[in-house]
């Protein structure tokens, strides 16, 4: 039984983190995307599909067999809103 709640914790945690991830790559389409090459931003899912292939291709491009679970979440969480902001900054400087 916990290993059911494990892996089911598990799967909710990974789905959260796209999801953010997501927000994070709809927020920088809107901002740069869109002005530059007057393209719409995509549907959210069409955007979570498009994170999560992403991902897919380039999970064995990193270095995480020595990172924890928690480590490597916490760093993908951090790495969106890192991105997030100097996408912010930027755009509310220069725009």
């Known amino acids: 039984m916990e290993i059911l709640v494990a892996i089911v914790l598990g799967a909710l945690v990974l789905f ?9 790559l ?3 389409w809107v901002w740069y995307i869109t002005p530059a090459f007057n393209i719409q931003c995509p549907k959210l899912y069409v955007l979570y599909g498009l994170v999560l ?6 999970s064995g491009m990193t270095k995480t ?5 928690p480590d490597q979440i916490s760093a993908s969480l951090s790495k969106g809103i890192v991105i997030l902001l100097f996408g912010w900054a930027v755009q509310a400087i220069f725009a």
């Open 65 to 69: 067999e020595n990172k924890s679970i």
């Open 53 to 58: 292939t992403v991902g897919f291709f380039s």
């Open 16 to 24: 959260l983190v796209a999801l953010f991830n997501t927000f994070v």
């Open 26 to 28: 709809s927020q920088l």
